[in-house]
Nanobody, 123 residues
Framework: QVQLAESGGGLVQPGGSLTLSCVPS????????IGWHRQAPGKERELVAR????????DYAESVKGRFTISRDIANNTVNLQMNSLKPEDTAVYYC????????????????WGKGALVTVSS
């Protein structure tokens, strides 16, 4: 089992910045990647960024490239999403997601989700 604790959401002005943090617990060795997904009002949930737990390889949605940075804080067992130049269209509930290695996924399930952190970008 994996649990994900999210923090860092809030209200920010357009052009501002926020950092979201995700701290996994439980069997963290089962985690292959950790990503952030978001769901805006009236829209489908979409992948924002993800990072592999071992190699640190990253992927980003085209809409956030150049503005968002996902990173690992290994010492604190934390994945951060630094969001810069925020736009109103970035307003959404952001969910941390853990994707497990196949062997562990067969036992526990493929994905685990945090409860979500609300990010509101508004004047």
């Amino acid at each position: 089992q994996v649990q994900l604790a999210e923090s860092g959401g809030g209200l920010v002005q357009p052009g501002g910045s926020l950092t979201l943090s995700c701290v996994p617990s439980g069997n963290i060795f089962s985690i292959n990647t950790i990503g952030w997904h978001r769901q805006a009002p009236g829209k489908e949930r979409e992948l924002v960024a993800r990072i592999s737990t071992h190699g640190g390889n990253t992927d980003y949605a085209e809409s956030v490239k150049g503005r968002f940075t996902i990173s690992r804080d290994i010492a604190n067992n934390t994945v951060n999403l630094q969001m810069n130049s925020l736009k109103p269209e970035d307003t959404a509930v952001y969910y941390c997601n853990a994707e497990l290695f196949p062997g562990w996924a067969a036992q526990y399930g493929v994905d685990f989700w945090g409860k979500g952190a609300l990010v509101t970008v508004s004047s």
